[in-house]
């Protein structure tokens, strides 16, 4: 009861930490959404500082952000300057898709690289590990940038699979079956590039706490058991492995969710990546804190869901607690 | 012995890409910044050993190229020239010091040698391949230095110490981790005096990515350090009176070693390639400094990667490299022999 | 304190409201007069087909007062209708709804009539009321529309008067040159379904992209059908759309049209080249380079529309409101002298920038006026062309002199050096600052490109003017001057080297702001036409901007698309969406 | 070393030999071109239902021949030489899959280390890992099996312990389940390294009567690894082991009592001073009772490799390499001053 207390405590001082420094960093960059307004030859400068005034940016950064944060609590996230509507049904609808996106991307992503670091660090320097590292090498060192461009040019060339979007714009035939195909279809060229996109990190991770989980004594004093090799791997050595591996579970979602946001760019999914990235350019304030926010509490989720697994997992954790 | 030679060999091909980036000046025929707008988007040269009556020549050679339309080009067979050799060039600053306008190779006046094309304006990809090289490694190297290193003090002083510096560091590091770090960039690039020198300013920026980065490696080092304070050894040297600042030097760190080195490995090119995003929302080094960031930013023009593939080479040579690299650290990572008693 | 995060709530209760009312209003409609439709001239097409059209940022309202942004405006200029239209093609005033309209000799009243027998796109009738209410909202400074001033006239709003059911007359506080290209996009808004939001004081939160499509209504050849959020947007016929073929057949042919979001130029090639859209805009001259290639190959062709309205510019920081110690004001002292202008004018390879950035594809400028300006643009202009040895010359003659390195150097020993600031997201510019860059070094300036991302470099020019030297561009929605006074009135706006002057700090802006003034009362065009050419000379001779190059106006469709004829003018492509439509098979396909 | 030069093996043809050891020589490459060896040429036999001592100081080569045995050498480890027999049954040409299948089922083996348990598994799950490998059956069937083993350990409190994590137990109890791990699927031969280091006494003799126990019962041959003589009472026959090398062989008693090699006449004396109570009054201190240091492994002397240390060294001791030899039928030394009795 008081880690979960106390782990909640943490997760406002998160949230709180995270809404003040972007909006201190906003208040830090330089422009304002108003001055693109200011480049149309036909508004006048008068109209520009009502709107201002009208939308409060007149005030001092601090009273904003009290105003915020009072209004926040109540559910309300603010408003939109380039929308002119309410900033949380603006980023939720978004929300859903992005994590549509990563919540796809994430399972898969360990379902590949699980066996395959196992592996590789059940078989060290073997081809398996020399393929497995490689491998990771190359993907480590290819920007998501190119291999979302190159994924979208073999859209184009071969017609397999659409070439970005989340649905096809001319109607397809009704029933649910022909959407969840489309949504398939359209879901296969982000989620590669995201699982491709984290494949390498997970890898080295995997592999490094499996070497480490493998030298320890009892994994020797189970093989001496005869234990199957298999079994040990999958079994002992990676229950062993199991505490780090969940931690990095939970920073993977983190890295996944900033990836995606350039993936959803290139890649035209409507998901949060580009609403954020049109709202930063454009410094849509409430829109940004909103999307900077529900990505926080994202995070905070992962990282709770983690540690509580993490909790599960661990047993000299566990039992301490308990007693 | 295998080993050993596979570790010189990955050691002799780091060496052969970095002497040509440290002495860029030398190796790299042209200016990086020298434009030569007639020729536009040229394919790299082809160098011949025969003249145009198939006669072979010992001495290498390039023809001159002759402008037929936007982004065509045909060879002139008739007007060869022989590459020369250590030839006279333009001048330039060796390590930014010695003057000097010696290059290793170059063709005379009218023809010009360019071993992976051209760009939009013409220039010399290879010079400003070898050239950028210089940036970005610094920076990368630079940046990792700097991320690992908080994250390193921070992660040991909260995994050894634990009570509230360690719930305090770790809030922080949450806080780091959760903030996309795009918009705190364009806070500082905007802050940023524009008469600062490029790389300078660049460098700053990419410090900032560093100092930023410290979040990830102070997490992995502090459950390293959480543990091996836990270690019968550690406690035991404690008891004899070790100072922390001993038993943190000679216990905890040596633990994290590996766990450093691989996030090291891991961190340089995701920070030279944090230095190609960055030049692909145009906040990089600005023109016309070369950075392997800027030049591979280019390919992201999508019709640019499908009509100009020599564009390409610089990223086709950066993959083996970083590759070599990767492949070096986790034959450098210590492999604990069990030696029995 | 007062918190402004609740506004959207009470929009949608009241919104919902005027739903329920629909229904029996409009059974309630007395018989129609007969209909006033518009004849068009153009080659008739067959009706149907659904065109899918990409857009480069989700459209972040419906609501035609308060939409600022592009995309916005594009999707409303198909939901609503106008007064009187500037013809995109022929960049001509026509009649719109106004079926015509008469000026008073002084050219303070505008006589308005309109179409009789007209319906909005939920069927509801059209008449004077719904002008005046339109025009009232746009004016109210409650409302703050973008709109606004557009609307004022030597700062006092225009009077709007109703005659009767189909006559209006507006009234001018001074007399204004071509004021009824004023009425082009100004949209006529269904008073039954706003009045109740504007006296709430909640006319700009309606029609967001929420509201459903029976709360939208509007007199454009298109109405909303369904939106999807981040992914798309789908218009459907309006069938009671006031514009009909030679054969009497009613306008638009095209059944649908949907918009997708596409956030980038790369993708939106891409999505091109695979079919998704029928048709691109503004297509950068690589894409357009390489969709060339392939036109044979797949069934689509690429336009080149000719010389567009945006002009790329080097500006060189002129004002005069920088404390004197500060770096750059001692770098002013070289911009303000017109012969370093005049020299960095002439070393900078503007046919280069064209053959590089525009792949031949464009224009080189000596002031800010294109050739799609066709009739105001002045032939006398001189076109020196690139010449270093003139430009040294010229800076000689200013007092500089050369270093023995070769540096420029002023009169008081001091090197020239200054940065060109860029917006990171046009790499257009970029690159043109990267090309003037290499040709100052030939004049032994060294100058350096930073790119910024775009609100840092308008935070800077605009607000701190805190930069040496900026490549911008603007880009005028009209071809008349009018649209352009705040650029060059040393109290406007835009006055982009000076922001904010209270005093024309040089003779020569005065001279201007004296033309321009004289220009904007001037009624007949020849004698306007006599007053901008002047405006041009002394821009050209006395380089506050240094214009660079024109970028054609590049387009692509599917080769099936009837009737398209792109404009210089925005929208290039979709500005006679009702007249477009697909050949009689892909129409049948599509059904 | 001239390995061509077959040693009078140790181990004559006895009918049911379990385990016969022959010429196992081991060495560790540490480094490029750089190698120790380990073991040298080493021999011997265990019987069924025999209790073999394996007596040394750390460092000496203990372990690896436990490891050898099992082979589960680490992977710098070379067998260069020699053969394993179990059985008649070579060992070392077998393929890894069969090896696995023999490794807890025939052979087992029990860890010095006390931390051989799985600290993220119940211990009871550890234990029927073994059984579900080996000799597969219905799940309750195995648990009582492994209850039945813990109680037959002298673990009370069966269940808890089943389901206890490791942390959550003794060393001692540890140690016991490390051991029911072994024992589960009845093996022929167990090898115990160090089986009771840092166990207190009463644990260790309950740990020592378990393996006499299981020798009656079931015929178990034991070949029981220590630094401590005392610990090796519980042996029937005693191999002596210094600097890779069995220096001397014989029934437990007789080397007891009558020490042939200098090397063992030293540690039975130190570790009977050690084990003298203090009243007698003799220094406690004198840990290092056995003056100077083991060989270095990487180094190949031409002598006897405990000669530097020895207490009666003749001159020949070091460039001549003893043999085995003989002194009585069953007991044989590896020192040069038997050379002239023979």
Same mark, same amino acid.
């Given at each position: 009861?008081?880690?979960?207390?106390?782990?909640?405590?943490?997760?406002?001082?998160?949230?709180?930490?995270?809404?003040?420094?972007?909006?201190?960093?906003?208040?830090?960059?330089?422009?304002?959404?108003?001055?693109?307004?200011?480049?149309?030859?036909? @508004?006048?400068?008068?109209?520009?500082?009502?709107?201002?005034?009208?939308?409060?940016?007149?005030?001092?950064?601090?009273?904003?952000?009290?105003?915020?944060?009072?209004?926040?609590?109540?559910?309300?996230?603010?408003?939109?300057?380039?929308?002119?509507?309410?900033?949380?049904?603006?980023?939720?609808?978004?929300?859903?898709?992005?994590?549509?996106?990563?919540?796809?991307?994430?399972?898969?992503?360990?379902? @590949?690289?699980?066996?395959?670091?196992?592996?590789?660090?059940?078989?060290?320097? !073997?081809?398996?590990?020399?393929?497995?590292?490689?491998?990771?090498?190359?993907?480590?060192?290819?920007?998501?940038?190119?291999?979302?461009?190159?994924?979208?040019?073999?859209?184009?060339?071969?017609?397999?699979?659409?070439?970005?979007?989340?649905?096809?714009?001319?109607?397809?035939?009704?029933?649910?079956?022909?959407?969840?195909?489309?949504?398939?279809?359209?879901?296969?060229?982000?989620?590669?590039?995201?699982?491709?996109?984290?494949?390498?990190?997970?890898? !080295?991770?995997?592999?490094?706490?499996?070497?480490?989980?493998?030298?320890?004594?009892?994994?020797?004093?189970?093989?001496?058991?005869?234990?199957?090799?298999?079994?040990?791997?999958?079994?002992?050595?990676?229950?062993?492995?199991?505490?780090?591996?969940?931690?990095?579970?939970?920073?993977?979602?983190?890295?996944?969710?900033?990836?995606?946001?350039?993936?959803?760019?290139?890649?035209?999914?409507?998901?949060?990546?580009?609403?954020?990235?049109?709202? @930063?350019?454009?410094?849509?304030?409430?829109?940004?804190?909103?999307?900077?926010?529900?990505?926080?509490?994202?995070?905070?989720?992962?990282?709770?869901?983690?540690?509580?697994?993490?909790?599960?997992?661990?047993?000299?954790?566990?039992?301490?607690?308990?007693? | 012995?295998?080993?050993?030679?596979?570790?010189?060999?990955?050691?002799?091909?780091?060496?052969?890409?970095?002497?040509?980036?440290?002495?860029?000046?030398?190796?790299?025929?042209?200016?990086?910044?020298?434009?030569?707008?007639?020729?536009?988007?040229?394919?790299?040269?082809?160098?011949?050993?025969?003249?145009?009556?198939?006669?072979?020549?010992?001495?290498?050679?390039?023809?001159?190229?002759?402008?037929?339309?936007?982004?065509?080009?045909?060879?002139?067979?008739?007007?060869?020239?022989?590459?020369?050799?250590?030839?006279?060039?333009?001048?330039?600053?060796?390590?930014?010091?010695?003057?000097?306008?010696?290059?290793?190779?170059?063709?005379?006046?009218?023809?010009?040698?360019?071993?992976?094309?051209?760009?939009?304006?013409?220039?010399?990809?290879?010079?400003?391949?070898?050239?950028?090289?210089?940036?970005?490694?610094?920076?990368?190297?630079?940046?990792?230095?700097?991320?690992?290193?908080?994250?390193?003090?921070?992660?040991?002083?909260?995994?050894?110490?634990?009570?509230?510096?360690?719930?305090?560091?770790?809030?922080?590091?949450?806080?780091?981790?959760?903030?996309?770090?795009?918009?705190?960039?364009?806070?500082?690039?905007?802050?940023?005096?524009?008469?600062?020198?490029?790389?300078?300013?660049?460098?700053?920026?990419?410090?900032?990515?560093?100092?930023?980065?410290?979040?990830?490696?102070?997490?992995?080092?502090?459950?390293?350090?959480?543990?091996?304070?836990?270690?019968?050894?550690?406690?035991?040297?404690?008891?004899?009176?070790?100072?922390?600042?001993?038993?943190?030097?000679?216990?905890?760190?040596?633990?994290?070693?590996?766990?450093?080195?691989?996030?090291?490995?891991?961190?340089?090119?995701?920070?030279?390639?944090?230095?190609?995003?960055?030049?692909?929302?145009?906040?990089?080094?600005?023109?016309?400094?070369?950075?392997?960031?800027?030049?591979?930013?280019?390919?992201?023009?999508?019709?640019?990667?499908?009509?100009?593939?020599?564009?390409?080479?610089?990223?086709?040579?950066?993959?083996?490299?970083?590759?070599?690299?990767?492949?070096?650290?986790?034959?450098?990572?210590?492999?604990?022999?069990?030696?029995?008693? | 304190?007062?918190?402004?995060?609740?506004?959207?709530?009470?929009?949608?209760?009241?919104?919902?409201?005027?739903?329920?009312?629909?229904?029996?209003?409009?059974?309630?409609?007395?018989?129609?007069?007969?209909?006033?439709?518009?004849?068009?001239?153009?080659?008739?097409?067959?009706?149907?087909?659904?065109?899918?059209?990409?857009?480069?940022?989700?459209?972040?309202?419906?609501?035609?007062?308060?939409?600022?942004?592009?995309?916005?405006?594009?999707?409303?200029?198909?939901?609503?209708?106008?007064l009187?239209?500037?013809?995109?093609?022929?960049?001509?005033?026509?009649?719109?709804?106004a079926?015509?309209w008469k000026v008073s000799?002084?050219?303070l009243e505008y006589t308005l009539k309109l179409?009789?027998?007209?319906?909005?796109?939920?069927?509801?009738?059209?008449?004077a009321?719904?002008v005046l209410?339109?025009f009232?909202?746009?004016?109210?400074?409650?409302?703050?529309?973008?709109?606004?001033?557009?609307?004022?006239?030597?700062?006092?709003?225009i009077t709007i008067q109703r005659m009767d059911?189909d006559t209006l007359v507006f009234r001018l506080?001074?007399?204004?040159?071509?004021a009824?290209?004023?009425f082009?996009?100004?949209?006529?808004?269904?008073?039954?379904?706003?009045?109740?939001?504007?006296?709430?004081?909640?006319?700009?939160?309606?029609?967001?992209?929420?509201?459903?499509?029976?709360?939208?209504?509007?007199?454009?050849?298109?109405?909303?059908?369904?939106?999807?959020?981040?992914?798309?947007?789908?218009?459907?016929?309006?069938?009671?759309?006031?514009?009909?073929?030679?054969?009497?057949?009613?306008?638009?042919?095209?059944?649908?049209?949907?918009?997708?979001?596409?956030?980038?130029?790369?993708?939106?090639?891409?999505?091109?080249?695979?079919?998704?859209?029928?048709?691109?805009?503004?297509?950068?001259?690589?894409?357009?380079?390489?969709?060339?290639?392939?036109?044979?190959?797949?069934?689509?062709?690429?336009?080149?529309?000719?010389?567009?309205?945006?002009?790329?510019?080097?500006?060189?920081?002129?004002?005069?409101?920088?404390?004197?110690?500060?770096?750059?004001?001692?770098?002013?002292?070289?911009?303000?002298?017109?012969?370093?202008?005049?020299?960095?004018?002439?070393?900078?390879?503007?046919?280069?920038?064209?053959?590089?950035?525009?792949?031949?594809?464009?224009?080189?400028?000596?002031?800010?006026?294109?050739?799609?300006?066709?009739?105001?643009?002045?032939?006398?202009?001189?076109?020196?062309?690139?010449?270093?040895?003139?430009?040294?010359?010229?800076?000689?003659?200013?007092?500089?002199?050369?270093?023995?390195?070769?540096?420029?150097?002023?009169?008081?020993?001091?090197?020239?050096?200054?940065?060109?600031?860029?917006?990171?997201?046009?790499?257009?510019?970029?690159?043109?600052?990267?090309?003037?860059?290499?040709?100052?070094?030939?004049?032994?300036?060294?100058?350096?490109?930073?790119?910024?991302?775009?609100?840092?470099?308008?935070?800077?020019?605009?607000?701190?003017?805190?930069?040496?030297?900026?490549?911008?561009?603007?880009?005028?929605?009209?071809?008349?001057?009018?649209?352009?006074?705040?650029?060059?009135?040393?109290?406007?706006?835009?006055?982009?080297?000076?922001?904010?002057?209270?005093?024309?700090?040089?003779?020569?802006?005065?001279?201007?702001?004296?033309?321009?003034?004289?220009?904007?009362?001037?009624?007949?065009?020849?004698?306007?036409?006599?007053?901008?050419?002047?405006?041009?000379?002394?821009?050209?001779?006395?380089?506050?901007?240094?214009?660079?190059?024109?970028?054609?106006?590049?387009?692509?469709?599917?080769?099936?698309?009837?009737?398209?004829?792109?404009?210089?003018?925005?929208?290039?492509?979709?500005?006679?969406?009702?007249?477009?439509?697909?050949?009689?098979?892909?129409?049948?396909?599509?059904? | 070393?001239?390995?061509?030069?077959?040693?009078?093996?140790?181990?004559?043809?006895?009918?049911?030999?379990?385990?016969?050891? %022959?010429?196992?020589?081991?060495?560790?490459?540490?480094?490029?071109?750089?190698?120790?060896?380990?073991?040298?040429?080493?021999?011997?036999?265990?019987? %069924?239902?025999?209790?073999?001592?394996?007596?040394?100081?750390?460092?000496?080569?203990?372990?690896?021949?436990?490891?050898?045995?099992?082979?589960?050498?680490?992977?710098?480890?070379?067998?260069?030489?020699?053969?394993? &027999?179990?059985?008649? +049954?070579?060992?070392?040409?077998?393929?890894?899959?069969?090896?696995?299948?023999?490794?807890?089922?025939?052979?087992?083996?029990?860890?010095?280390?006390?931390?051989?348990?799985?600290?993220?598994?119940?211990?009871?799950?550890?234990?029927?890992?073994?059984?579900?490998?080996?000799?597969?059956?219905?799940?309750?069937?195995?648990?009582?099996?492994?209850?039945?083993?813990?109680?037959?350990?002298?673990?009370?409190?069966?269940?808890?312990?089943?389901?206890?994590?490791?942390?959550?137990?003794?060393?001692?109890?540890?140690?016991?389940?490390?051991?029911?791990?072994?024992?589960?699927?009845?093996?022929?031969?167990?090898?115990?390294?160090?089986?009771?280091?840092?166990?207190?006494?009463?644990?260790?003799?309950?740990?020592?009567?378990?393996?006499? &126990?299981?020798?009656?019962?079931?015929?178990?041959?034991?070949?029981?690894?220590?630094?401590?003589?005392?610990?090796?009472?519980?042996?029937?026959?005693?191999?002596?082991?210094?600097?890779?090398?069995?220096?001397?062989?014989?029934?437990?008693?007789?080397?007891?009592?009558?020490?042939?090699?200098?090397?063992?006449?030293?540690?039975?004396?130190?570790?009977?001073?050690?084990?003298?109570?203090?009243?007698?009054?003799?220094?406690?201190?004198?840990?290092?009772?056995?003056?100077?240091?083991?060989?270095?492994?990487?180094?190949?002397?031409?002598?006897?490799?405990?000669?530097?240390? +020895?207490?009666?060294?003749?001159?020949?001791?070091?460039?001549?390499?003893?043999?085995?030899?003989?002194?009585?039928?069953?007991?044989?030394?590896? %020192?040069?001053?038997?050379?002239?009795?023979?």
């Amino acid at each position: 009861m008081k880690f979960l207390v106390r782990r909640f405590l943490h997760s406002v001082f998160l949230l709180m930490g995270v809404s003040l420094l972007s909006f201190s960093l906003l208040q830090l960059t330089p422009g304002s959404f108003f001055d693109e307004m200011q480049l149309n030859p036909q @508004i006048s400068r008068a109209t520009v500082s009502r709107l201002r005034a009208e939308y409060g940016m007149d005030r001092p950064m601090l009273q904003r952000y009290v105003c915020w944060l009072e209004s926040a609590a109540r559910g309300d996230w603010g408003l939109s300057f380039a929308y002119n509507a309410p900033v949380a049904p603006l980023i939720w609808a978004r929300a859903r898709n992005t994590l549509l996106l990563t919540g796809l991307a994430l399972p898969l992503a360990w379902i @590949i690289a699980l066996p395959i670091g196992v592996l590789s660090a059940g078989e060290r320097y !073997r081809w398996i590990d020399r393929g497995g590292n490689l491998v990771a090498s190359v993907l480590l060192v290819t920007p998501e940038l190119l291999l979302a461009l190159g994924l979208l040019w073999l859209a184009l060339r071969t017609r397999w699979f659409p070439a970005g979007g989340m649905a096809s714009v001319v109607p397809i035939k009704h029933g649910a079956a022909a959407h969840i195909k489309d949504l398939v279809q359209h879901l296969f060229a982000p989620v590669t590039v995201l699982v491709l996109g984290s494949l390498p990190v997970l890898l !080295r991770h995997i592999r490094s706490a499996m070497v480490d989980a493998l030298q320890t004594p009892y994994i020797k004093a189970a093989r001496s058991h005869g234990i199957p090799y298999l079994r040990i791997l999958f079994r002992h050595a990676l229950l062993a492995a199991s505490s780090p591996l969940l931690s990095l579970a939970g920073l993977s979602l983190a890295s996944l969710l900033s990836v995606s946001l350039l993936v959803e760019v290139i890649m035209n999914w409507p998901g949060l990546g580009p609403l954020l990235l049109e709202a @930063i350019l454009a410094r849509d304030v409430y829109v940004v804190v909103g999307a900077v926010m529900l990505s926080g509490l994202f995070l905070v989720c992962a990282t709770a869901v983690s540690d509580v697994l993490l909790f599960i997992a661990d047993p000299r954790i566990r039992t301490e607690d308990l007693a | 012995m295998r080993l050993l030679s596979k570790k010189s060999l990955l050691l002799m091909s780091l060496v052969a890409i970095h002497v040509p980036i440290l002495f860029s000046g030398l190796f790299a025929p042209y200016d990086v910044a020298e434009q030569n707008r007639d020729f536009s988007f040229v394919p790299p040269s082809r160098i011949h050993f025969t003249d145009a009556h198939r006669t072979l020549h010992l001495r290498p050679s390039v023809c001159s190229l002759e402008n037929s339309g936007f982004g065509q080009y045909h060879e002139n067979r008739d007007r060869c020239f022989p590459i020369h050799f250590l030839i006279m060039g333009s001048p330039y600053l060796l390590f930014g010091v010695f003057k000097s306008n010696l290059h290793l190779f170059g063709v005379e006046a009218p023809a010009k040698i360019f071993l992976m094309g051209t760009d939009l304006y013409g220039r010399d990809v290879f010079s400003r391949f070898l050239y950028g090289g210089q940036l970005s490694l610094l920076t990368g190297i630079l940046a990792t230095a700097l991320s690992l290193g908080f994250g390193v003090l921070f992660g040991t002083l909260a995994g050894y110490y634990g009570g509230w510096p360690d719930a305090v560091i770790m809030r922080i590091a949450e806080l780091f981790l959760a903030l996309p770090w795009l918009y705190l960039l364009f806070a500082v690039r905007a802050f940023l005096p524009l008469n600062l020198n490029a790389a300078a300013a660049f460098c700053l920026l990419v410090s900032v990515i560093g100092i930023v980065g410290w979040a990830r490696p102070a997490r992995l080092v502090r459950g390293i350090a959480l543990s091996s304070r836990e270690r019968h050894y550690v406690l035991a040297a404690r008891l004899f009176g070790g100072s922390d600042s001993y038993l943190i030097r000679r216990h905890v760190l040596p633990d994290a070693y590996a766990v450093i080195i691989t996030q090291a490995v891991l961190l340089i090119p995701q920070y030279v390639l944090a230095e190609v995003t960055l030049s692909f929302l145009g906040l990089g080094v600005g023109e016309p400094t070369p950075s392997w960031g800027n030049m591979l930013s280019t390919l992201q023009q999508y019709q640019v990667l499908v009509s100009y593939w020599w564009l390409a080479i610089p990223g086709a040579v950066l993959v083996p490299v970083f590759c070599s690299y990767l492949l070096l650290a986790s034959e450098l990572q210590p492999r604990r022999t069990a030696i029995d008693a | 304190m007062g918190c402004h995060f609740t506004k959207g709530l009470p929009a949608l209760l009241l919104s919902s409201v005027v739903v329920c009312l629909i229904p029996s209003s409009v059974s309630a409609q007395s018989p129609l007069s007969k209909e006033e439709l518009l004849i068009s001239n153009d080659p008739v097409g067959h009706p149907g087909g659904h065109l899918v059209v990409s857009l480069r940022s989700e459209p972040k309202t419906l609501n035609p007062v308060t939409s600022i942004d592009i995309s916005s405006r594009e999707v409303i200029a198909q939901m609503t209708g106008d007064l009187i239209h500037i013809n995109r093609f022929s960049e001509n005033t026509e009649p719109a709804l106004a079926k015509s309209w008469k000026v008073s000799r002084d050219g303070l009243e505008y006589t308005l009539k309109l179409r009789r027998g007209l319906r909005f796109s939920d069927g509801s009738p059209l008449d004077a009321d719904d002008v005046l209410f339109s025009f009232h909202a746009y004016l109210d400074e409650k409302v703050n529309s973008p709109q606004r001033d557009l609307l004022l006239i030597g700062g006092k709003p225009i009077t709007i008067q109703r005659m009767d059911a189909d006559t209006l007359v507006f009234r001018l506080a001074q007399p204004y040159a071509a004021a009824e290209r004023l009425f082009d996009s100004v949209a006529i808004l269904p008073r039954r379904l706003l009045e109740q939001a504007y006296n709430d004081g909640k006319l700009s939160q309606t029609w967001g992209l929420d509201t459903s499509p029976q709360q939208i209504a509007g007199l454009g050849p298109f109405r909303l059908k369904e939106y999807v959020v981040g992914q798309y947007l789908t218009l459907e016929r309006n069938p009671y759309y006031w514009k009909a073929d030679r054969e009497g057949r009613r306008l638009p042919y095209l059944d649908q049209i949907t918009f997708i979001f596409v956030p980038n130029a790369d993708a939106e090639v891409i999505r091109f080249q695979a079919g998704d859209t029928d048709m691109v805009n503004r297509l950068s001259a690589e894409d357009y380079a390489a969709l060339e290639k392939e036109q044979t190959a797949h069934s689509f062709h690429v336009y080149d529309a000719g010389p567009s309205l945006e002009y790329n510019f080097l500006l060189l920081n002129l004002n005069s409101s920088l404390p004197a110690q500060s770096e750059i004001a001692k770098k002013q002292k070289w911009f303000r002298d017109v012969k370093f202008r005049q020299a960095i004018s002439l070393a900078i390879d503007r046919d280069s920038m064209i053959r590089l950035i525009y792949r031949g594809r464009g224009t080189p400028l000596w002031t800010p006026v294109t050739p799609a300006s066709s009739f105001w643009i002045d032939n006398a202009i001189p076109h020196p062309p690139r010449s270093i040895d003139q430009a040294r010359k010229l800076l000689q003659q200013a007092g500089f002199s050369w270093s023995r390195n070769g540096e420029l150097t002023d009169d008081t020993g001091s090197p020239v050096k200054f940065s060109i600031l860029t917006s990171a997201s046009n790499s257009q510019r970029v690159q043109m600052a990267t090309i003037i860059q290499q040709d100052l070094k030939e004049l032994g300036v060294s100058a350096q490109v930073v790119s910024l991302e775009f609100r840092s470099v308008a935070d800077r020019i605009f607000r701190s003017h805190d930069y040496e030297a900026a490549v911008l561009g603007l880009a005028g929605g009209d071809t008349d001057p009018n649209s352009q006074m705040n650029v060059w009135l040393s109290t406007g706006n835009d006055h982009l080297w000076d922001i904010g002057e209270a005093h024309p700090a040089t003779s020569w802006e005065a001279e201007i702001d004296r033309l321009m003034e004289k220009q904007l009362t001037t009624l007949k065009p020849q004698a306007r036409k006599i007053l901008f050419d002047r405006v041009q000379e002394i821009i050209a001779e006395n380089l506050p901007i240094i214009s660079l190059v024109s970028p054609n106006v590049l387009v692509g469709a599917k080769d099936q698309l009837g009737n398209f004829r792109p404009a210089a003018l925005d929208p290039h492509t979709l500005w006679n969406s009702q007249e477009l439509f697909f050949s009689v098979t892909v129409a049948a396909r599509q059904r | 070393m001239d390995p061509n030069r077959h040693e009078v093996s140790l181990a004559r043809p006895i009918d049911g030999n379990l385990l016969r050891v %022959c010429n196992l020589t081991v060495s560790y490459r540490l480094g490029p071109a750089y190698e120790s060896t380990a073991l040298k040429q080493v021999s011997f036999t265990v019987n %069924c239902a025999e209790i073999v001592g394996l007596l040394g100081e750390s460092g000496c080569g203990k372990s690896t021949t436990a490891l050898a045995l099992m082979q589960m050498l680490p992977a710098n480890a070379r067998i260069s030489m020699g053969s394993i &027999q179990l059985d008649g +049954c070579n060992l070392l040409s077998m393929k890894e899959d069969r090896l696995r299948r023999l490794r807890g089922s025939e052979t087992s083996i029990v860890y010095q280390d006390s931390e051989t348990l799985n600290p993220m598994m119940r211990v009871g799950n550890q234990v029927m890992e073994v059984l579900r490998a080996h000799k597969p059956a219905k799940t309750a069937q195995m648990r009582d099996e492994i209850y039945s083993i813990f109680a037959a350990l002298g673990l009370k409190d069966c269940d808890r312990i089943y389901r206890a994590f490791p942390h959550q137990l003794s060393g001692g109890q540890r140690r016991r389940v490390a051991i029911a791990q072994a024992l589960i699927c009845k093996p022929r031969l167990v090898i115990a390294d160090e089986p009771t280091s840092s166990l207190d006494s009463e644990a260790t003799t309950g740990i020592l009567d378990i393996f006499r &126990q299981l020798r009656a019962t079931h015929n178990t041959a034991i070949l029981l690894i220590s630094h401590d003589p005392e610990t090796l009472r519980a042996a029937d026959r005693l191999l002596v082991m210094y600097a890779g090398e069995i220096v001397e062989s014989g029934p437990l008693n007789e080397v007891f009592e009558h020490p042939a090699h200098p090397y063992t006449r030293a540690l039975l004396q130190c570790s009977t001073r050690q084990a003298a109570p203090p009243m007698f009054g003799v220094n406690r201190h004198s840990l290092a009772c056995i003056p100077g240091e083991p060989p270095d492994p990487c180094e190949v002397l031409p002598g006897c490799g405990f000669s530097p240390r +020895c207490s009666n060294r003749a001159e020949i001791c070091d460039s001549l390499r003893p043999r085995l030899f003989e002194i009585s039928g069953v007991h044989s030394a590896r %020192c040069l001053q038997y050379e002239a009795r023979e």
